[in-house]
């Protein structure tokens, strides 16, 4: 298809401008037990945005990619453009999420909320390295080496074994990116690769 040079000026301009929200999926695997994974996200207007793991119960994820049931039961961080937490959760509980099928229990995360025109940080970290302070530079509650296998591997709190894959959704936003460790340079490589292209992540669960 052939554009005229005003037409496809013009095109690039609602390109560059026009956001518009997106649904928008993550997939990874924890090495450690009091791993964090950061998401950054943004919003160019109110919207109620949706934030969403599917690795403990598994499931069908905003990509329409299947999710293996089995992985580690999670906890969410929100924070705000300077770092304030918003909001932290342990399990959606049922029926917001579905039940694992072999442990019968809904420890997947859920949350859904407005949020005003800005950038936000969310995190995935496993049960129970939840945030240590009010700002999300107080870092995690199992931050540290010594922490690094703190449940004696991915278990959630009932004593299932599970493992370190997750899965998570960001959904109704403009943007979203996964944030790489901050010890762990970015390769060059990986930072041309764009949104969507890798995904870690840690996370939690009670």
């Known amino acids: ?39 950054t996200f943004t919003v160019s207007s109110t919207s109620s945005v949706t934030l969403r793991s599917w690795s403990y119960a598994g499931g069908l994820n905003a990509n329409g990619d299947t999710i ?36 019968g229990r809904c420890y997947d995360v859920k949350y859904t909320t407005d949020l005003g025109a800005g950038t936000y940080t ?3 970290q496993q049960y129970d390295n939840f945030a240590a302070g009010a700002h999300l530079s107080d870092g995690f509650g199992r931050d540290g080496v010594a922490y690094e296998n ?7 709190v009932t004593g299932d074994k599970r493992d370190g894959h997750w899965a998570f959704d960001i959904l109704n936003v403009d943007s979203a990116v996964v944030v ?27």
């Open 1 to 39: 298809m052939r554009f005229k040079p005003a037409a496809a000026l013009l095109a690039l301009i609602v390109f560059a401008t026009g956001a518009q929200a997106t649904d928008l999926s993550f997939t990874g695997n924890f090495n450690h037990d009091n791993d964090v994974q950061q998401f």
């Open 68 to 103: 293996a049931r089995g992985g580690f039961d999670p906890i969410l961080a929100l924070f705000d453009s300077t770092g304030s937490k918003l909001y932290e959760q342990d399990d959606a509980h049922c029926p917001a999420v579905a039940a694992d099928a072999v442990t």
């Open 122 to 124: 969310v995190t995935v």
């Open 150 to 156: 703190f449940r004696n591997g991915f278990v959630d």
């Open 180 to 206: 790489p460790p901050a010890d762990v340079p970015e390769p060059a490589s990986l930072a041309l690769l764009g949104i969507g292209a890798l995904g870690l992540l840690r996370r939690k669960r009670t």
